[in-house]
């Protein structure tokens, strides 16, 4: 709980369930319907332990974009787009979710973030915000979540103060609330804006 139209999303709370390849585990975070199956969601926000190198699920009419929170990274090859390095320090990385792409550790397991929404109705808009930075003007009707990619941030939004802790969500329905970012470690937040076409 945090206020209206801000509600607060602890990691230890999200849903665990195993990718649709079955070759690991992802921890959703918010769905759109909510409860909806992999092939019904309007939008979905995830994250996922990658632990090995291999091939991505495939995802019919869905735009999906990428954002390493933690570990080395990975390369991130996609039919039809140049292979890109994906790090805790890179641009979240947009692409098609039903192009084959396969992902190959640099060192080690990563933490990542999936962003995903179908792709004839809705849009979205993934970005690291950094210290004392404010997302302001959001588009109307938008939903946002900021996600603590660091060990700890505050965040300030609807007249309400936040403290997110490791990979904690602040879910903000308030379309025309501000986000302002009062304090964040190292890593800083991801900003995610979902909204209909």
């Known amino acids: 709980m945090a206020g209206d139209g801000v509600r607060l999303i602890r990691a230890r709370d999200y849903r665990r369930m195993r990718w649709k ?19 019904r969601f309007d939008w979905r926000v995830s994250m996922a332990r990658v632990e090995s190198s291999g091939p991505f699920s ?17 390369r991130l090859a996609v039919e039809g787009h140049p292979v890109a390095e994906l790090t805790p ?14 992902a190959t550790l640099l060192a080690g397991p990563v933490t990542d973030l999936n962003v995903m929404t ?22 109307a009707r938008a939903t946002a979540l900021v996600v603590c990619a660091g060990r700890s941030a505050i965040v300030r ?29 190292a890593g800083g937040l991801v900003l995610v804006e979902i909204g209909p076409r």
Do not use: Y
């Not at 320090?89 to 396969?102: K, M, Q, V």
């Not at 179908?118 to 588009?139: K, M, N």
């Not at 936040?162 to 609330?177: F, H, M, P, R, Y």
């Open 58 to 74: 495939a995802f019919a009419g869905i735009d999906r974009t990428l954002t390493v929170l933690d570990g080395a990274g990975f």
């Open 21 to 39: 390849n079955g070759l690991g585990e992802t921890a959703e975070v918010a769905i759109e319907p909510a409860g909806a199956a992999l092939d």
């Open 157 to 185: 939004t609807g007249g309400t103060s936040v403290e997110l802790g490791a990979l904690d969500t602040l879910l903000v329905t308030n379309a025309s609330a501000t986000i302002e970012v009062a304090a964040a470690t």
């Open 89 to 102: 320090g890179s641009a979240p990385f947009p692409f098609p979710g039903d192009r084959p792409a396969s």
């Open 118 to 139: 179908r792709r004839a109705d809705w849009w979205h808009g993934v970005r690291r915000l950094g210290p004392d930075e404010t997302a302001a003007g959001r588009t």
